[in-house]
């Protein structure tokens, strides 16, 4: 017998309590899936991520500090940290800015639940990016 995976660790970035907590509650129901922490602005996704160093952050576009800053600075401090964009808006800019800031999907707030977890798995499996600067 293989032993299981250990789960994808996670970390929320998102300013809007209720949005974070919903989502923790969602991620942590999954068995293959966990939540390491919750972060309300930049200053503390980025603190959160070198300390905890997630397999993906979910990171809010329009958070305080700004989306693509807070995903540039995560993976600065965590460079394994796969990024999955989330937003109340499917903006084409904004998509284009957090892809350059490495950023592997984009995800609007009201998917789906199954849609929202099937994101979190795909980042979370998928190989880091080279660095959005190199490119």
């Given amino acids: 017998m293989t032993a ?3 789960p ?5 970035c998102d300013d ?4 974070r907590e919903a989502l923790r509650d969602v ?8 939540v390491v922490a919750l972060a309300a602005d930049a200053d503390q996704a980025v603190a959160l991520a070198a ?15 700004g989306g693509a800053a807070t995903a540039r600075e995560v993976r600065d401090q965590s460079p394994d940290t796969r990024i999955l964009a ?7 800019g904004a998509i284009r800015e957090m892809e350059q800031a490495g950023a592997l999907d984009y995800v609007v707030k009201g998917a789906p639940i199954r849609d ?5 798995r795909r980042v979370g ?3 880091s990016p080279d660095d959005p600067a190199d490119q």
């Fill in 4 to 6: 299981a995976a250990p």
């Fill in 8 to 12: 994808l660790t996670v970390l929320i």
């Fill in 16 to 19: 809007d309590a209720r949005i």
């Fill in 27 to 34: 991620i942590n129901a999954q068995p293959d899936l966990t």
């Fill in 51 to 65: 300390r905890q160093h997630p397999d993906v952050a979910i990171i809010d576009v329009r958070m305080p500090g």
């Fill in 86 to 92: 989330f937003s109340a808006h499917h903006d084409n």
């Fill in 116 to 120: 929202i977890v099937s994101a979190v």
């Fill in 125 to 127: 499996s998928a190989e």
